[in-house]
């Protein structure tokens, strides 16, 4: 049996396998979402299949929905041409149970998929024309947080944004100038209201959203491409909005023990597939089942009733309460430092890393000691409890292939909110002192270190894509294994950097420190353990 619209129809093909079949009519919705469209989604890989489109999966099936939602890729074409249309844009949610079991399911709620670039002539046209269509409530986001950016390291327009603002509407390359051309469309079609929701772990993600829209519009405003009036519509919002939002649900590369797993039960051309640009991707999503996802509910155009497949919504303090509890303080954090120690120390899962008490203890250390003091209760999840979940349950999961080498990817992008948020809490706080930090200077100075390239035994060591990772090498180069001294001022470039931390770390105070726990993990070989051992044993 193959994964495709036909064989879906066949219950006896799929009747032994215990796989969950969709409940509603699968071409059904794909009609009436191509003549209704009600929510398109940018950034069509593993988070948005493992989780957001199999929320509406689960509203179709329970009769609660009539449309689906139409995925956009703009980044990876491939994802598009290898792995969704191939399929008719069908996938297999696999479940990853802490005791080993797996929970199957076809997710059937995309309706179709397109490659949002203005080289795909059809896609284009047809996502102008959605755009335009006022049965339009929703567009969502999972492009990373690296998505949103228009600037480098340096400051200035990175040269795609360069290009969009000299250039106007009509060709975009950056994602963000695609988007306000999009709008610009729906702006053009009488001023239709839209909700604009980012669902990536970016603090105040809907916000970010909306000054990177109107930092383009503007800019053509100013060039003459587009009508002052089309900024007003941007920021009416009872036309268009920008809620936050919180998402949580770790959706890991795809494992070949699933994929063995469903090719046993009889299913055909399951591949794993490494595209061109290094994403990894199947037809199969393997997943943790603890998931969360809590969105301000601000709406224009109305929303689909996605509160009855679990969605939490609420108002926009309560979101960024939830979100600064979970992204600085009760998981990202604690997964930035597994990735940093485990690279060093060799680690290939998550899970394995969990099994080490050190390590354990070090996120125990950053979570309860030093990160729950600045965390607000949201009301709607409780943090001692999520933490809990997190460090007892999910990380420790062995069955979810998650390793250190994916999550250190773009660490420099990440650490401003994993850690700097709390850096600047403990800095602004009243009773709270941020010099008596401990674990997260040592998880600074982990990062330098693992900037080097050279693990604890002295081996080279492949680093994760990170867009600045060429100008923070240059800085740790000709620091040497086993040599205090090659050290130098190497590292004050870095820890002053308040585009990495959101302060400079040596006028707050930390900044000394760190470097002296960086001395000491290039002491000798091993010496990354031996400083685990001195404050964590």
């Known amino acids: ?176 100038s695609k988007i ?91 591949e794993i597939v490494k595209t061109s640009k290094n994403t990894f991707i199947s037809q199969f999503v393997n997943a943790e089942k603890p998931q969360y996802l809590v969105i301000e509910d601000n709406f224009p155009n109305g929303r689909m009733k996605l509160e009855e497949a679990g969605v939490m919504f609420t108002d926009r303090n309560t979101v960024e309460r939830v979100e600064r509890m979970k992204v600085t303080t009760c998981l990202n954090p604690l997964h930035t430092a597994l990735a940093i120690f485990g690279n060093l120390l060799g680690y290939k899962l998550i899970a394995d890393e969990m099994k080490n008490p050190l390590l354990k203890k070090l996120i125990e250390k950053i979570g309860y000691d030093e990160g729950m003091p600045v965390v607000v209760n949201p009301g709607i999840l409780e943090p001692v409890t999520f933490i809990k979940e997190v460090i007892e349950e999910r990380l420790p999961n062995p069955y979810i292939p998650d390793t250190p080498q994916r999550i250190a990817c773009d660490t420099s992008q990440k650490i401003p909110v994993r850690f700097g948020e709390t850096l600047k809490t403990y800095i602004s706080h009243p009773t709270l002192d941020v010099k008596s930090l401990t674990y997260i200077p040592l998880t600074i100075a982990a990062w330098c270190r693992y900037l080097m390239g050279i693990d604890d035994n002295g081996d080279l060591m492949e680093l994760s894509p990170d867009p600045m990772l060429d100008e923070l090498k240059e800085h740790v180069k000709g620091i040497e294994l086993g040599n205090a001294e090659s050290v130098g001022n190497k590292l004050r470039p870095i820890l002053s950097n308040d585009r990495i931390f959101g302060c400079n770390l040596y006028d707050i105070g930390i900044g000394v420190k760190v470097e002296n726990y960086f001395r000491e993990m290039i002491a000798e070989k091993n010496a990354v353990k031996a400083v685990l051992e001195k404050y964590l044993g």
């Not at 509203?59 to 703009?74: Q, S």
């Not at 844009?89 to 076809?106: A, P, Y």
């Not at 049965?135 to 327009?157: A, C, H, R």
């Open 180 to 270: 306000c051309s999009l709008l610009y469309e729906r702006f053009l079609c009488g001023e239709l209201p839209i909700a604009m929701v980012s669902m990536d772990n970016c603090s105040h993600n809907g916000e970010i959203l909306q000054n990177a829209i109107l930092n383009i519009a503007k800019c053509w405003v100013e060039k003459g491409f587009v009508d002052n009036k089309f900024l007003d519509y941007l920021n009416n919002t009872s036309k268009v909005s920008f809620p936050w939002s919180m998402i949580d649900k770790i959706t890991p590369r795809p494992s070949d023990a699933v994929r063995n797993k469903l090719l046993e039960l009889g299913l055909e051309e399951i």
């Open 1 to 176: 049996m193959k994964l495709n619209k036909n064989d879906i129809r066949s219950l006896e093909l799929w009747g032994n396998t215990g796989i969950k079949m969709p409940k509603f009519d699968y071409q059904q919705m794909v009609s009436k979402t191509i003549e209704s469209p009600t929510w398109v989604h940018f950034g069509a890989g593993n988070i948005f299949r493992g989780f957001i489109a199999a929320l509406q999966h689960k509203l179709l099936d329970f009769g609660k929905a009539e449309t689906g939602i139409i995925a956009v890729e703009t980044f990876d074409f491939e994802i598009i041409d290898r792995i969704y249309k191939p399929h008719d844009n069908l996938s297999i949610l696999v479940h990853m149970n802490s005791d080993g079991s797996l929970e199957n399911k076809v997710v059937a709620s995309i309706s179709e998929s397109l490659v949002g670039d203005a080289s795909r002539e059809q896609d284009w046209k047809r996502l102008k024309e959605i755009f335009c269509k006022p049965s339009l409530q929703m567009v969502s986001f999972t492009i990373t947080e690296k998505g949103y950016s228009l600037t480098g390291t340096s400051g200035e327009y990175l040269p795609d944004v360069k290009h969009d603002i000299e250039n106007g509407f009509t060709a975009s390359k950056n994602l963000i």
